[in-house]
């Protein structure tokens, strides 16, 4: 059989066997091992290199298309200067995605447009790069997404499909009110995923001796629920005027000076 002919060969085998990036690149790196006197195992390397890379990159894209994230964000997208206290390395420690590992919640507290869902959907974006499945949503899409499962009879297979991402995103807990019914399932997602080991990101305007207003005036609930979110955690406490008045200050209209304090919880 001719040189041409097993490469042919080599292709048809590489696609048959779901190998689309290593057959695309077979015969650019063939020609480059003849012309650098690969060894057969260089060549071999190459082409599994290239194919890894694309099954991981095809991977991630799997894990942000179904994210549900209104935008992506990226760590290095936000603006630290704007919050010149801020601990960059507290954010490079969770970049390592250590806290993934850890099973370790990410709570960022702070009055609106101060960056916390930025912040969030890009430490969902890193887990992601780590093929982790995530899930966003704001607490009251959430909360209703529940209430109807409830109604239709399909609570525990919504309950399931929300416990199931190694890590759930609740965005702008406390922004809106939830009725008694709603702050009920929504703690029961909460210590569903406590009882696995699951981590949590979850973003709020406001402080937790006013969780009771979000769980619906229930302060047994409140308390049950951060028990658990806050046994092994990491707090971020941002206080500061928003991005809009940041604009407003560069213009010379305000001079608020923002200010970011944060604490990890064991």
Partial sequence: MS???????????????????AAALLDQFAQQAAAENWSYSHFLGRLLEAELAARKQRSIDTCLRF?????????????????????RTLFEELATGRFLAEARNVI??????????HLAIALGIIAAEFCYRI?????????????????QNHLPHTMKVLVQ???????????????????????????????RALPTIITSNKAFG??????????????????????H??????????????????????????????????
């Fill in 67 to 87: 994210s549900n994230f209104p935008y992506l964000k990226r760590l290095a997208d936000f603006d630290f200067t704007s919050q010149p206290s801020i601990d």
């Fill in 135 to 151: 899930y966003f949503s704001s607490a009251l899409e959430l909360a209703r997404k529940l209430a109807t499962a409830f109604a």
């Fill in 108 to 117: 960022l507290l702070g009055p609106p447009g101060v960056g916390k869902t």
């Fill in 233 to 266: 955690s990491t707090v971020i406490s941002i206080k500061g005027d928003s991005y809009r008045l940041r604009e407003k200050r560069k213009s010379g209209l305000t001079s608020l000076q923002p200010n970011l304090t944060q604490t990890t919880i064991n």
């Fill in 3 to 21: 040189a041409t002919s097993y490469e042919h060969l080599a292709k048809e085998g590489l696609e048959s066997l779901g190998h689309a990036s």
């Fill in 165 to 195: 991402p190694k890590l759930l995103i609740i965005d702008e807990i406390g922004y809106l009110p939830l009725d008694p019914h709603q702050a009920s399932m929504l703690f029961e997602l909460i210590a569903k995923r406590y009882e």
């Fill in 210 to 231: 006013q969780w009771g207003q979000v769980f619906a005036n229930d302060s047994v609930l409140a308390s049950a629920a951060l028990d658990r979110l806050l046994h």
